[in-house]
């Protein structure tokens, strides 16, 4: 029997649940609760049954699962809310704006003995996926750097997302899905941060950041957000010690280029405007082999699978709060980086 949800906040992504709930094999849509009556006269004119307040919605013994996608400076709220009420919690990202008010909800979680999880999504992205399976293959060695960027030129949203209060700027809003890949992709320990942000269309929140992620291991990460971006750079660029992998953009293939030896015997100089060079000549067939990759099958779905067994006992959670938790210490030090003007230490308390 499918596990029944009710929405509350019907913006985007309120609505995004919604519509993927009529469609799930393992949830249905129960209802949707949100504070505007504008909101509510377009769910009831798709049918869609609605509540006339936040307790009404928690209390309704038919609800297994709340999902709260709201602005994120009432996260906390409407989560310890719903954990109280004995109900199964889905959080929008990010979970909260500080480590603190997210351990308080990990406490009302487990006092609760009820389930509670983030929505990164963005785990099921094929760009994301493509780089993963790269790395996991071997295929070109281990890691030595990667670069994540999302880049955009319409700036900030100029909805919620633009106000400081409200949990609004880059780092929050697509940072914590990049961060959250890239410790995927590099679980290992942090022990330096250096961030800086843009205010190229706004000065109340950050339009823009680059992220500098240093690991004990010597690895390092590059995340970049822009929204002043006419002409994006690569979504995605690895270097391994045994070849390098790039993704232009969401909608493209994984092109990898695999060194199958080193040295050449005759390198052809390059000629350039101001002379020639080896350094930068490029390879040939012999030493380099460069070919695309298959796109993975995802299927955006697999969460609430996920996410249904872990309430029936049946599977673990695949999106840890531990993990949310260490991408919001992240967070942290990013502004902390940013204010300071400087790379900082980074000592997480798990």
Same mark, same amino acid.
């Given at each position: 029997?499918? $596990?029944?949800?009710?929405?509350?906040?019907?913006?985007?992504?309120?609505?995004?649940?919604?519509?993927?709930?009529?469609?799930?094999?393992?949830?249905?849509?129960l209802g949707i609760y949100d504070i505007d009556e504008a909101?509510?006269?377009?769910?009831?004119?798709?049918?869609?049954?609605?509540?006339?307040?936040l307790d009404d919605a928690l209390s309704?013994?038919?609800c297994?699962?709340?999902?709260?996608? =709201?602005?994120?400076?009432?996260?906390?709220?409407?989560?310890? $809310?719903?954990?109280?009420?004995g109900k199964n919690?889905?959080?929008?990202?990010?979970v909260e704006m500080s480590?603190?008010?997210?351990?308080?909800?990990?406490?009302a979680k487990k006092k609760s003995g009820k389930l509670l999880s983030v929505h990164q999504n963005r785990r099921w992205d094929v760009d994301y996926l493509a780089m993963k399976n790269v790395i996991e293959s071997g295929e070109i060695g281990e890691v030595i750097r990667i670069e994540s960027r999302i880049h955009g030129s319409r700036g900030i949203p100029s909805d919620w997302?633009?106000?400081?209060?409200?949990?609004?700027?880059?780092?929050?809003?697509?940072g914590v899905h990049l961060i959250d890949q890239m410790l995927m992709l590099i679980p290992e320990n942090i022990v330096k941060v250096q961030c800086d942000v843009?205010?190229?269309?706004?000065?109340?929140?950050?339009?823009?950041?680059?992220?500098?992620?240093?690991?004990?291991?010597?690895? =390092?990460?590059?995340?970049?957000?822009?929204?002043?971006?006419?002409?994006?750079l690569p979504r995605f660029y690895m270097l391994c010690k045994g070849g390098s992998a790039k993704i232009e953009d969401w909608r493209q293939n994984c092109r990898v280029a695999k060194c199958l030896a080193w040295h050449e015997s005759d390198v052809v100089p390059v000629q350039t405007a101001a002379g020639i060079t080896k350094t930068m000549a490029p390879r040939d067939e012999i030493t380099l082999k460069v070919y695309e990759k298959e796109r993975p099958v995802s299927d955006v779905h697999d969460f609430y699978r996920n996410f249904v067994k872990a309430i029936d006992g049946k599977e673990e959670q695949l999106i840890k709060l531990s993990e949310s938790r260490r991408v919001m210490a992240v967070m942290e030090a990013c502004f902390k980086s940013a204010e300071l003007g400087v790379a900082i230490d980074f000592e997480y308390d798990r």
């Open positions: 029997m499918k $596990k029944k949800v009710t929405v509350i906040g019907y913006g985007g992504q309120g609505g995004w649940h919604a519509a993927h709930a009529l469609e799930s094999d393992v949830v249905s849509l909101k509510i006269k377009l769910a009831e004119s798709r049918g869609i049954k609605t509540y006339g307040s309704d013994p038919e297994d699962i709340v999902v709260v996608a =709201t602005p994120n400076d009432v996260h906390k709220e409407i989560v310890v $809310k719903a954990l109280e009420a919690v889905i959080c929008e990202k990010p480590v603190s008010a997210f351990d308080e909800m990990i406490a997302r633009c106000h400081k209060p409200q949990g609004g700027g880059m780092i929050l809003d697509w843009t205010n190229i269309t706004t000065d109340e929140v950050d339009d823009g950041f680059r992220l500098n992620l240093y690991f004990e291991s010597g690895k =390092t990460a590059y995340v970049e957000v822009g929204t002043f971006n006419f002409l994006p």
